[in-house]
């Protein structure tokens, strides 16, 4: 039905407006009470075997919203309601930034993937502060608060922005996200580098601490695919150094391997980070390498080319206690978390383990 919808209607629609279209129809249908009660017990069932615990919230499964498709935190129930059991915001950066110029999102349909350019266009940090503290939630969901460097604000003095925004937002995030791997805003990946990053996530910290005391808010860095093995495990052992409370791995690459062949090419050659199903197989690889790297003391996050119920079970056996999707969701629709949890549970009782926590990092145990 949705395959037969995206042909007719949003094929035809440039990327990004259709984005905004189908964003706005969730958004509806999630102010409408007997509608969205009526959707959420349709597309977000509860399994109990699914139930699971990261850096401390609990939480009814495992699958969530990747970062990138609400920037602004303006439909946080709409996608609760659509069975995304977390829901992370943002980026949102200092300041507000309108992002690139358009066209700026590109499908690669027969790859079943996208290429982004969106370079951070959100309303900013102090908005969408606002907006969180006005907010009255309908489904429990874990907000999750995705934080990154205005384009504007020059490299040096990248940490303050990132401060700021971790000041004005930590109030409401029930777990907070150090983005440092979007390929659009120049510069933004170097801080990948240890000797970036240390003093970076340390000023988070410390300024999350400062915005709220009554809990300690949980604070994750997000990765890049591109970043070599020995960079990866560095990241592994600051954040293990630093007491960081997971890492996200991964965000969109810049590589374009073995696409070409499907897609036009003229589309492979935009400029951005490619996602959906061609990532596939990097990010579980990134996965695989951080969690022999940090075993249980760090929660790991799975995103990247994460389709379907059997690709989430081979992120949880590759060491991911969460895992996220987006480029998917485009393709499969609103369907598609509902069949992840299904899929999962399904996939989780015919397994040798009781429980998801048991199969966390399980495949990568057996070749240890
Ligand atoms: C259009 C688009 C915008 C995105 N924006 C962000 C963003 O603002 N911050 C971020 O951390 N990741 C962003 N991402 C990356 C996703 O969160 C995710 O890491 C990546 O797309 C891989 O997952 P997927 O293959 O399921 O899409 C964006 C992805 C897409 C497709």
Redesign the pocket.
Known sequence: MYKIFFSLVFKRLDPEQAHHLAFRWIRLAARVPVLRTFLAAALAPRHKELRTEAFGLRMHGPFGL????D?NAVGIDGMAMLGFDHVEI??VTGEPHPGNPKQR?FRLVKDRA?I?R?G?NNDGSLRVAARLASRTPVFRTVVGV?I?KTKAVPEEEAVADYVKSAERLAPYADYL?V?V??PNTPGLRDLQATQALRPLLSAVREAADGAVSARRVPLLV?IAPDLAGEDIDAVADLAVELGLDGIIA???TIARDGLGLKSDPSLVKETG?L??AP?KER?LEVLRRLYARVGDRITLVG????ENAEDAWQRILAGATLV?????FIYEGPFYARALHKGLAARLRTSPYATLAEAVGADVRKTA
């Open positions: 990747a970062a990138g498709f920037k943002g980026t999102l996208l982004n969106m951070f995705n990154g996200v983005n791997s979007s997000k991964t965000n969109t980070g996602s959906g990532l990010s995103v990247g080319g994460v996220q999707g987006y480029s998917a």
